[in-house]
């Protein structure tokens, strides 16, 4: 089935502290950005991108769409001072008559068209889906530097993008939360406060979000690794 996406690329990339927004730095001479969208774009089933950025990058991301020649980013709008405010932009802007549509972070540029094609298998049967690996580490909960729990990991699984949803359960869930005043750190989150299911599609350990500056490193290895392999 065809899908929209949303990308959301408004943020300021503070915990990164590069000095420009993560999805201009540039990982192998191409910048983050570009990397995230050649997957949708190649993708052929998806039908449009709606890019998100902040206010003051707009004409730049507009110069870079147009330099890229991306064909299927069909607007890009401004953003908002959180992640959830932005992304909720963008699906205004999707088109009413589309049945899916992704978010996926622009900041997550090793996603995979094979990825992706699960994950819509998946919401097309359930409403919504999203990407997610089982937690490796032991994890405890701590209060002032000491331990109080140490939590089953067995059911612990940490969540990435895309998230995969029908289009009218998505604004439901965004429109509520927006008007109850409720701020979450994915939309999978919203919905499931609106009382729908969220089904989990396992999905792939280097889809890693750039978040800090050793995340670079790790990246580039993810990089040179998938080149050594079309080589
Ligand atoms: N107001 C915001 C904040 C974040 N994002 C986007 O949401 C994705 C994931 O967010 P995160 O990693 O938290 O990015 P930043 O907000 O840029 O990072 P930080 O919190 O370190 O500033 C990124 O692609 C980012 O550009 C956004 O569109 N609008
Ligand atoms: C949506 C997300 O990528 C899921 O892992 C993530 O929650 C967004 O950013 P943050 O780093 O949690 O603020």
Redesign the pocket.
């Known amino acids: 089935m065809n899908y929209w996406t949303v990308?959301?690329?408004?943020?300021?990339?503070?915990?990164?502290n590069a000095g420009i927004?993560?999805?201009w730095i540039e990982l192998l001479g191409k910048p983050v950005l570009a990397h995230t969208l050649d997957v949708f774009e190649k993708d052929p089933a998806c039908a449009g991108i709606i890019l998100?950025?902040?206010e003051q990058e707009l004409q730049q991301m507009q110069n870079f769409v147009q330099t890229f020649q991306y064909t299927k980013v069909r607007q890009i709008v401004p953003?908002?001072?959180?992640?959830q405010?932005?992304?909720y932009e963008g699906l205004k802007k999707v088109p009413e008559d589309a049945d899916l549509v992704l978010v996926h972070?622009?900041?997550?540029p090793f996603i995979t068209i094979d990825s992706i094609g699960q994950l819509v298998n998946k919401a097309v049967d359930t409403g919504s889906a999203v990407l997610a690996v089982p937690v490796k580490d032991t994890v405890k909960r701590v209060v002032q530097h000491q331990v109080e729990e140490t939590i089953d990991r067995s059911s612990l699984w940490a969540v990435q993008t895309p998230q995969a949803f029908r289009l009218s359960i998505v604004k439901r869930a965004h429109e509520e939360a927006d008007s109850d005043g409720y701020l979450g750190t994915d939309d999978a989150s919203l919905v499931e406060r609106i009382g729908e299911t969220v089904a989990i599609v396992m999905g792939d350990y280097h889809n890693i979000?750039?978040?800090t500056s050793d995340d670079l490193l790790y990246g580039q290895a993810i990089l040179l690794e998938r080149q050594g392999e079309k080589a």
Request: proline letters at 3%; charged letters at 30%.
């Open positions: 990308i959301p690329a408004a943020g300021q990339g503070k915990r990164m927004s993560k999805q998100v950025g902040s953003g908002g001072e959180e992640r405010q932005s992304v972070d622009a900041a997550r979000k750039l978040t």
